[in-house]
């Protein structure tokens, strides 16, 4: 057929055989690579509130009252 193309996946867009096959060998070492990539940030978001939620803000200078606006006379 010359005007068919070539195609890993059927009328359905499901994937077929030889895409699978040729998915194999990188299915383990996608996952290893995705969950280091998630503990990684996991571990830098935990720090990074863990540190947030340690400051007690007990430098900064909190006003009494709002001021308020001049009046125009």
């Known amino acids: 057929m010359p005007g068919a ?3 890993y996946y059927d009328r359905r867009l499901r ?11 990188y299915l383990f070492k996608n996952a290893f690579t995705g969950l280091g990539l998630l503990a990684v940030v996991g571990g830098i978001y935990y720090y990074t509130l863990n540190a947030v939620g340690q400051d007690d803000f007990a430098d900064v200078k909190v006003p009494d009252a ?7 006379q």
């Open 5 to 7: 193309h070539s195609t």
């Open 15 to 25: 994937q077929g055989p030889a895409l699978i096959r040729a998915r194999r060998p």
């Open 66 to 72: 709002p001021r308020q606006p001049a009046s125009k």
